[in-house]
């Protein structure tokens, strides 16, 4: 009786491990996926939300002077620049398990453009918007970054006219 419940026991061990180690192989196979998709959905998520961002800066440029919009900016993983000085916006996304695109090309949707890279361990995506007016942020042409966060931006643009030979657009970011 003693040497059966050693064998039950040892069974019981031996097939907990068996066990154990097919769901380490599964994992190891499906982890790396499962990060590529999710990955995938984040980039995904920020050109959608960029795009409207340079859907409301449009409109505002395309109804004239005083003309103002409001949009919530959701940023879950990333890094948001205003570069006012070349009159441009960069949404930069590090740490991506793949590129989202062919590295080294860029690729343009719409008024954007995207650009992956490929680091050592990680890849990085860049998204471009370039306007031909005079973008500021806070009424100043210095540079702004926001960063992720778990509430949205609340982002204002105003049309604030014609000054020179171009649009003036104020950006602004009010908490």
Do not use: C
Not at 42 to 51: H, N
Not at 86 to 94: A, L, M, Q, W
Request: charged fraction near 25%; charge should be neutral.
């Amino acid at each position: 009786m003693l040497v059966k419940k050693g064998q039950v026991w040892l069974e019981t061990v031996l097939y907990t491990l068996i066990g154990l180690v097919l769901i380490g192989m599964v994992l190891a196979f499906v982890m790396p996926k499962i990060n590529e998709v999710r990955d995938r959905a984040l980039v995904e998520q920020a050109i959608s939300t960029f795009s409207l961002l340079d859907e409301k800066i449009n409109e505002v440029l395309q109804k004239g002077a005083g003309n103002t919009r409001k949009i919530d900016f959701i940023m879950k993983k990333g890094e948001l620049y205003f570069n006012m000085s070349n009159d441009e916006i960069v949404f930069v996304i590090k740490e991506l398990s793949k590129p989202y695109s062919e590295p080294g090309i860029e690729i343009e949707r719409g008024n954007m453009k995207i650009l992956s890279l490929q680091k050592a361990k990680t890849n990085e995506v860049y998204l471009k918007l370039k306007y031909d007016s005079n973008l500021t942020y806070s009424g100043s042409d210095n540079l702004k970054k926001l960063t992720s966060a778990s509430t949205p931006y609340k982002i204002f643009i105003e049309n604030k006219g014609v000054v020179g030979e171009r649009e003036w657009i104020n950006i602004e970011e009010v908490s």
